[in-house]
Nanobody, 124 residues
Framework: QVQLVESGGGLVQAGGSLRLSCAAS????????MGWFRQAPGKEREFVAA????????YYADSVKGRFTISRDNAKNTVYLQMNSLKPEDTAVYYC?????????????????WGQGTQVTVSS
């Protein structure tokens, strides 16, 4: 029911910022909780951030708290991840995901739809 396309990745120096976007198409975007995950080469996918369907609740991995901000604009069918104070360990492919249930959002198993990912590379 939902197709997700990430954009905004790129190469940035440590301490810099990037803003990722996730454009959704299909049915009832506003009824889904949304999340961001990332996966570095040779590592498992890890939770980054999530936001409730209304945008009233947000959740972050400890590793990004205070640096990343997730937001959504349901009128534009878009979810954002503002990434500040980037570190080399943030280097990964970042994936947008949508959850019908909107619970246990730190787990990838709770998500029903996934984008193809966008590469973020942070240099030292």
């Amino acid at each position: 029911q939902v197709q997700l396309v990430e954009s905004g990745g790129g190469l940035v120096q440590a301490g810099g910022s990037l803003r990722l976007s996730c454009a959704a198409s299909g049915r009832t975007f506003s009824s889904y909780a949304m999340g961001w995950f990332r996966q570095a080469p040779g590592k498992e996918r890890e939770f980054v951030a999530a936001i409730s369907w209304s945008g009233g609740s947000t959740y972050y991995a400890d590793s990004v708290k205070g640096r990343f901000t997730i937001s959504r604009d349901n009128a534009k069918n878009t979810v954002y991840l503002q990434m500040n104070s980037l570190k080399p360990e943030d280097t990964a492919v970042y994936y947008c995901a949508a959850s019908e249930l909107g619970l246990g959002l730190n787990s990838g198993y709770e998500y029903d739809y996934w984008g193809q990912g966008t590469q973020v590379t942070v240099s030292s």
